[in-house]
């Protein structure tokens, strides 16, 4: 067994892992004994996700992190012989890590960070190609500018977008027009194709009006629909996370055994 807690002082004269871990590891072990042997992992709370997740993830060593806010996780990538620590025996230690952070934590190799970095370039090349009318060239520069969706390219401050070399004042006044244009013709078919979407449906919680369309496209309109759902057809519909589908879908399925 091994439980993680994480530690934090605000006078800076203390050592906040040191106090509880006490002389010669004193304190930790008798909390050890209350617990039965239980391995206690004193970890230092950070303000900074990253940071903390770092430290939780402790002994394995994080080679980098990428974080993505709105799905509130993080890749963490770790050399291929620091895998097995970082994710621990039947996967304790990085499930206590994301229990402690609040974070969900995917862990990676080098080569699965790169793989998935590649494939999430070319979905972004292809949307921006497809819903902007540009060609291969212009959407590289705007994802190597660090824009990931057509909102950024829509309603970033004009001053930003100016200051990419590659493109001159017309043409950025261009892309931000077309992005416009393509959200809204994207907010008016969402609409259309929700239109037809049962109230149950709808109505469930977590159910949003992007998620309620990527559904419709897959004929999904429904509560019912939904709850007959794989997780794994659900995460290729919408592009959610596992856990977040599945929660979804037990959602949906809490009426058949009320």
């Known amino acids: 067994m091994r439980a993680k807690i994480g530690v934090v002082a605000y006078d800076k004269r203390i050592d906040p892992i040191g106090t509880c871990v006490g002389i010669r590891g004193s ?28 430290g939780a993830l402790a002994p394995a060593a994080v ?10 996780s993080m890749d ?10 970082a994710i621990g025996r039947s996967g304790q230690n990085v499930r206590l890590a994301s229990e402690l952070t609040g974070w969900q934590i995917n862990i990676m190799t080098p080569d699965e960070s790169a793989q ?10 292809d949307l921006f190609m497809a819903r902007l009318d540009v060609d291969e060239e212009v959407a590289d520069i705007l994802i190597d500018e660090g824009f990931t969706s057509l909102e950024e390219i829509a309603y970033v401050p004009l001053n930003e977008m100016l200051e990419i070399e590659a493109f001159d004042e017309d043409t950025v006044h261009e892309l931000r027009n077309r992005s416009r244009d393509a ?10 194709k929700v239109e037809n979407v049962a109230l149950d449906l709808k109505s469930l919680d977590g159910m949003d009006a ?18 007959e759902l794989a997780v794994d057809e659900l995460v290729e ?13 037990m959602k949906a399925r809490e009426h058949w055994f009320q």
């Not at 004994?33 to 996700?49: F, Q, R």
């Not at 080679?63 to 509130?72: A, L, N, P, R, T």
């Not at 959200?183 to 259309?192: F, H, M, R, V």
Request: proline fraction near 1%; hydrophobic fraction near 45%; aromatic fraction near 2%.
């Open 183 to 192: 959200l809204l013709t994207q907010a008016i078919a969402n609409e259309e």
């Open 237 to 249: 519909m919408t592009g959610m996370e596992e856990d977040a589908a599945k929660a979804l879908i």
């Open 116 to 125: 998935k970095q590649n494939q999430e370039r070319g979905v972004l090349r």
């Open 63 to 72: 080679q980098s992190i990428v974080v993505d806010e709105e799905k509130h």
């Open 27 to 54: 304190r930790v072990q008798a909390v050890r004994n209350e617990l039965g042997g239980e391995n206690v992992d004193i970890v230092l709370w950070s303000e900074d996700p990253a940071q903390f997740v770092i």
């Open 76 to 85: 963490v990538v770790v050399d291929e012989n620091e895998l097995a620590v």
């Open 210 to 227: 992007d998620l309620l369309a990527k559904l419709a496209e897959h004929q999904i309109q429904t509560r019912d629909e939904l709850a």
